[in-house]
């Protein structure tokens, strides 16, 4: 109720009233019940709802920009949970996804050894050599890109920040040896311009301007391909956008997949880049 805006304690119980009607259950709360949700809320989710604004009793939001994103990941996947929940019988209704995402399994374990700063022993496997190699490394980071998650760790054997993928790592150790040295990497702001899990380091950030037909671009407006994404023209038949981001293999391979209904307008080295690849598929379908 308050990602609509801020409400009173009438207001939200009535959309909890409202809420029981719907889905067959008793939501209502009285003003102690609420005191003490909010105070799990903000344990469970990190947001934090307060009643201040202008001495009018109404409860509203009240985020940082830093903790707004993780907190909003963190309400979408429980609402989409409790939305599930709340109907008994869903496999005719709801329609997951089938591809599921492998190594989440690892997920906490991972977590566990980066918050205590533990050595991690595991193999991984390489899809291009069809290698397996066993690695140590120094855990700092979990990042999600596209549906698939990364592990992101300093390899002991070179010293090098590096990203593994959860789905290709097995026999998983997670020794009780802390980490002594410490680091400074800046993980969030070393993928801020980065598309993906690639990060050049030899590359500076580029100006990317892409013009997409009018039905496309409402699609990407409302959901961005990267955070610098904004929009530079709006017409009845286009919308330009523009990205300030590393131009990498992951972003190449996401432009690809709008195939006639995008065009690359600049850097002219990214218009290039997209004009070989589309040529080589179409040596594909010539022979």
Known sequence: RLERGPATYDQIVK??????????????????????????????????????????????IKNTPETQEHSQRLLESYQMINAINASHDFSDIIFLETRKPKGLEHFYGLLYAI?????????????????????TVHPLGLKESQGRWYLLAVDTKDKKLKTFGLDRMTDIDISKTKIRETYSYDLKALFTNAFGIIKPDDEKPQVVQLMFNYEQGQYVKTYPLHTSQKNILENNNEVIIELYIYITY???????????????????????ELKKHLANTLKLYEK
């Open 15 to 60: 959309y909890l009233e409202d809420e029981s009607d719907i889905q067959g259950k008793d939501f209502t709360i009285s003003l102690r019940t609420l005191q003490r949700d909010i105070k799990d809320i903000y344990a469970q989710l990190n947001i934090e709802i307060v009643n201040e604004k202008r001495g009018d009793k109404r409860y509203f």
């Open 115 to 135: 918050k205590n700063k533990r050595i991690l022993n595991f193999k991984h496997y390489k899809y291009w050599d069809e290698t397996l190699t066993s690695r």
């Open 250 to 272: 992951d972003l190449i391979q996401e432009l690809l997949s709008f195939a006639t209904e995008m065009e690359v307008l600049r850097p002219a080295k990214l218009r290039i």
